[in-house]
C-alpha cells in the first residue's frame, strides 16, 4: 500500500496570469497645400468647358491666400485637440482597467498569500476529484500563510500528508532532502519490533525498555548502542518491505547503515505508512509500540494537536552545523487520529532546533486535510463504512485507483 501511495503524487500547476489592456490608437494627419495654377490663353470661340465655369471671371487676391493659410491652421488646431482628447480617453480607460486589476490582485494575495507561486512550484494534491475547491479553500489560504512565514526566516520545508482511507494526498517540497535527527529514530525501532521481536528472536520486554529510552526520551546513546548491537540487516530488510526509496545514497544498504541518514518527507512519510500498516495488525508488539509512540516527550504534532486527537510520532531536532553531516533541523513525523480520519504526514525542515515554529504547520495540515476529505462526502461515507473491515477497505482502494 506504501509504495502505491507514495507514487500517487501529482503537481497540478495552475496559473491565472492577467494582461493589462494596451491601447495604441495612432493618427497621422497629412495637409498638403494648395496649387494655384493660372488659366492658358482663352479661346473665345471656342465653347468653355463646365468644369471651369466656375473658375473663370474670378481673380486669387492676396487676401484670399491669408485667409486661406490661416483657415487651414484653424483646421490642424482643432484636430490636435480633438486627437489628444481620444488619446487621454484611452489612456483612462486603460489606467482604471489597470487600477480594477491591481485591487482584485491584491485581494487575492491578501487572502492567500504565497499560494500561486507555491502551488505552481512545490505543490501537489492527488486523490480527490474536487482538486479545484481545495485551492480555493480557507484551510488552503492559511497553509500557505504559515509556511511563508516560516520561510521568510530563511528556513525550509518538505511537507507530505496522506489521507489513509482515500489515499489523498497533500504534498510540498516532497522530494527535499534534509537532515532527519532523531525523527529516524522512530522508523528504526519500528523495524526491530516487526523484524526482531515478531520473530522471536528479541524479547519484548527488553525491546520495550531499548525503545522507551530511544523513542521517549530520544536517548542518543541508546540508539547509537542498537545500531551497534543488532546489524543493520533488519532495518534495511524493513525499507525495502516499505517501498522505501534510496534517495540520496546509491543503494537503501548504505541508507540504512548510516545513523541518521540524508532523508526526504518522501521518505519519511513512507516509513510510517509502514509503521501503521504494522500497528494496525494488533499485535502485542505492535500495541506496546504505538504506547510508546503516544507517550514522546518532545513533538510538534503533539503540541498542535494533543488536546483534540490521539497521535502517535517521533521529533528530531538540531541547533546547527557542526563541521559533520549534521546540520539545523527541526522535523516531526507520525499518525493523527483526527476525526476526520487518520491520516500521515511528515513535516522537514532547516529551522534550527524549533518546534514552537513547527507547531502551527501541524495545526493548520490538520484544517487542510479536513478539507481534503470533506470534499467528496460519498466517498467518506462509503470508506466510513467499512472501517471495521480493513479488507474490504483495501479491496475498495485499489479497485477505485485511490493509491
Not at 496522506?162 to 535527527?181: F, H, K, L, R
Not at 505508512?273 to 504534532?301: F, P, V
Not at 470508506?383 to 485507483?401: I, M, V, Y
Request: charged content about 20%; some cysteine; hydrophobic content about 35%.
Amino acid at each position: 500500500m506504501s509504495r502505491r501511495i507514495a507514487d500517487r503524487h501529482r503537481s497540478p500547476h495552475q496559473r491565472d496570469n492577467h494582461h493589462s489592456p494596451t491601447h495604441q490608437d495612432r493618427y497621422s494627419h497629412s495637409h498638403r497645400k494648395p496649387t494655384y495654377s493660372h488659366d492658358a490663353p482663352r479661346d473665345y470661340a471656342r465653347p468653355i468647358a463646365r468644369s471651369r465655369r466656375s473658375t473663370l471671371g474670378h481673380t486669387i487676391h492676396r487676401t484670399h491666400v491669408i485667409v486661406g493659410f490661416i483657415a487651414a491652421i484653424a483646421a490642424c488646431i482643432l484636430a490636435v485637440r480633438a486627437c489628444k482628447s481620444i488619446g487621454q480617453e484611452d489612456q483612462a480607460q486603460g489606467t482604471s482597467a489597470e487600477t480594477q486589476q491591481e485591487v482584485t490582485t491584491t485581494a487575492t494575495e491578501l487572502q492567500q498569500q504565497y499560494s500561486t507561486d507555491i502551488r505552481d512550484t512545490l505543490f501537489s494534491l492527488s486523490g480527490t476529484p474536487c482538486d479545484s475547491s481545495f485551492w480555493s479553500s480557507a484551510a488552503y489560504g492559511r497553509l500557505t500563510q504559515a509556511i511563508g512565514s516560516v520561510e521568510d526566516n530563511g528556513a525550509y520545508l518538505g511537507i507530505v500528508l496522506i489521507d489513509t482511507s482515500s489515499g489523498a494526498t497533500i504534498t510540498y517540497n516532497q522530494d527535499m532532502e534534509a537532515y532527519p535527527a532523531s525523527s529516524i529514530k522512530g522508523p528504526y525501532v519500528t523495524s526491530l519490533y516487526e523484524q526482531l521481536a515478531e520473530g522471536g528472536s528479541l524479547g519484548v520486554d527488553d525491546l520495550y525498555n531499548l525503545s522507551y529510552d530511544i523513542i521517549i526520551s530520544s536517548d542518543n546513546v541508546a540508539y547509537a548502542n542498537a545500531r551497534e548491537t543488532y546489524d543493520n540487516d533488519a532495518f534495511e530488510e524493513w525499507l525495502e518491505g516499505a517501498g522505501v526509496s534510496a534517495g540520496a545514497y546509491d543503494s537503501i544498504e548504505t541508507y540504512s547503515s548510516i545513523y541518521y541518514p540524508t532523508t526526504s518527507p518522501r521518505q519519511l512519510v513512507t516509513m510510517w505508512l509502514y509503521t501503521y500498516d504494522y500497528i494496525m495488525q494488533d499485535t502485542a508488539a505492535g500495541g506496546i509500540l504505538s504506547g510508546i509512540y503516544a507517550n514522546r516527550e518532545t513533538s510538534a504534532i503533539k503540541d498542535a494537536l494533543e488536546d483534540s486527537y490521539l497521535t502517535w510520532s517521533k521529533a528530531g531536532w538540531y541547533p546547527s552545523y557542526d563541521g559533520s553531516y549534521s546540520a539545523p533541523a527541526t522535523v516531526d513525523a507520525g499518525i493523527v487520529w483526527s476525526d476526520s480520519g487518520p491520516y500521515v504526514v511528515a513535516v522537514m525542515s532547516t529551522i534550527a532546533s524549533d518546534m514552537d515554529e513547527l507547531t502551527p504547520i501541524f495545526a493548520v495540515l490538520d484544517e487542510a486535510h479536513d478539507q481534503l476529505v470533506s470534499q467528496d462526502s460519498d466517498l467518506a461515507e462509503t470508506l466510513g463504512a467499512f472501517k471495521g473491515n480493513p479488507s474490504k477497505r483495501t479491496e475498495l482502494q485499489l479497485e477505485t485507483s485511490l493509491f
